[in-house]
């Protein structure tokens, strides 16, 4: 579903009441040249357990990786591992990052249905066949 009105008000409430699977889209991040070579894709959804770096944004952390520890879709925010800010009273707090600023450089495999017919598991399937044949000869 488009959105096809101009007045900023009723973008911004779309903005904000999208249906959680056009939601998603939102999350999308690059990957870096080994993936996209091995998988044969430009970008996938960032989801929990993936490790990334930081693009773009505050300079302290750009070019630092972490693995996301949470996915915040309603402020369309994602939480990394290990970058976190000092609170005036003390307590650590993670900065939240846009995903577009982000750069998967490793893939969390648990989920299998995420990469289930791309190419990344063929070459693995391909790669075990080949080495069982080099075994057994």
């Not at 970008?43 to 630092?64: A, I, P």
């Not at 650590?92 to 249905?113: C, G, H, T, W």
Request: charged share 40%; proline share 2%; net charge positive.
């Amino acid at each position: 579903m488009e959105l096809k009105s101009s007045k900023p008000k009723k973008q911004r409430k779309w903005h904000y009441t999208k249906p959680l699977h056009l939601q998603q889209k939102e999350f999308g991040m690059h990957l870096s040249k080994d993936l996209k070579a091995s998988i044969g894709k430009r970008s996938l959804d960032g989801r929990k357990g993936d490790t990334v770096q930081l693009m773009r944004g505050n300079e302290k952390f750009v070019g630092k990786q972490g693995k996301i520890t949470a996915i915040l879709r309603q402020k369309r925010q994602v939480l990394i591992e290990g970058m976190t800010r000092k609170r005036l009273d003390g307590t650590e707090i993670q900065i939240p990052f846009k995903a577009s600023n982000l750069m998967i450089v490793n893939i969390d495999d648990k989920d299998s249905r995420r990469l289930k017919g791309k190419k990344i598991a063929k070459i693995e399937v391909k790669e075990e066949k080949k080495k069982v044949k080099e075994d057994g000869k």
